[in-house]
């Protein structure tokens, strides 16, 4: 019986380190934010475009502060300006916008965070004393820590 108690305890020991060498029990991850529907992100970034035509109507910077990506790019007649130009020339704009327009959506995903949304924009009233042309525009919008900003916006006079 002596003889057995140092191999037991010693078998004790060896059976006791492979219990120590197991994994714990993952903790559950938490679930994934469910993707957005693409019919919910058309009504989401068409409300925000929408949002922002307003501004410039109202010629309010704050929405553009809010929404354009911080190395964003607008394209238009005057040529290639950044969210701080943009910001700097509403309250200056040489614009008087009565109503506008928006219509003929559509959305087109590059990826999960990317979607480039275009519409035809319609509006009534004068930049610099002349009739604000309908126009084409596209934006792309990014998702970046779960909030989607304008990353990118072109208007195309139509003839």
């Not at 019919?39 to 307003?54: I, V």
């Not at 003929?104 to 009739?131: E, F, H, P, R």
């Not at 525009?137 to 989607?148: D, I, L, Y």
Request: aromatic share 8%; charged share 20%; glycine share 6%.
């Amino acid at each position: 019986m002596k003889r057995h108690l140092p191999l037991a305890a010693l078998l004790v020991l060896a059976f006791a380190t492979f219990c120590f060498a197991q994994d714990a029990t993952p903790s559950p991850s938490p679930k994934p934010k469910p993707r957005m529907s693409k019919a919910a992100l058309m009504k989401k970034l068409s409300a925000n475009e929408t949002a922002l035509w307003n501004a410039w109507k109202n010629k309010d910077a704050k929405p553009f502060q809010m929404w354009l990506s911080a190395d964003g790019v607008m394209i238009g007649d005057q040529g290639v300006g950044t969210k701080g130009d943009v910001v700097k020339m509403m309250a200056s704009m040489p614009c008087e916008v009565k109503s506008f327009t928006l219509s003929d959506w559509k959305l087109a995903m590059a990826d999960a965070n990317a979607a480039v949304i275009t519409y035809k924009g319609v509006s009534d009233g004068t930049c610099a004393g002349q009739a604000i042309p309908t126009v084409w525009a596209s934006s792309v919008w990014v998702n970046r820590k779960g909030k989607w900003t304008a990353f990118s916006h072109q208007e195309t006079p139509v003839k």
